[in-house]
């Protein structure tokens, strides 16, 4: 497998793993000049922006050290793009790392807030 697949079996389990709870999936790799969003999904009136990282061992760190500053950057002008292009209106926002290991999925909700200096 490429890790191109290895990623795309990541993303399908992550997301079968938000319907499995309730999440309602609105859009599956959006991407906008700069970024892109892995999962986009509701949790009732929470919009959620959901980065999935995807590892088979943590020999080179954790799914979570992968979503770097630069990243959450990337990921929050996605998400803005997202909302101004949908015209969606949320009760709040969130944005949560999902870390899929070979065995289980690791749901880190709030795993990062965008700091408006950072936009």
């Known amino acids: 497998m490429t890790t191109r697949d290895i990623g795309n079996a990541g993303e399908q389990r992550a997301a079968d793993y938000l319907q499995q709870k309730g999440y309602t999936l609105?859009?599956?790799?959006?991407?906008?000049?700069?970024?892109?969003?892995?999962?986009?999904?509701?949790?009732?009136?929470?919009?959620?922006?959901?980065?999935?990282?995807?590892?088979?061992?943590?020999?080179?760190?954790g799914p979570v050290a992968a979503v770097t500053p630069t990243k959450q950057k990337r990921i929050a002008l996605a998400a803005i793009e997202y909302i101004k292009e949908k015209g969606l209106k949320f009760d709040s926002i969130r944005f949560d790392v999902l870390c899929v290991w070979p065995d289980t999925i690791e749901h880190i909700e709030n795993a990062f807030v965008p700091s408006r200096t950072n936009l």
């Open 26 to 61: 609105l859009a599956r790799n959006y991407t906008v000049r700069g970024g892109e969003l892995d999962i986009v999904a509701s949790d009732g009136k929470t919009l959620v922006f959901a980065e999935v990282k995807t590892r088979a061992s943590s020999a080179f760190g």
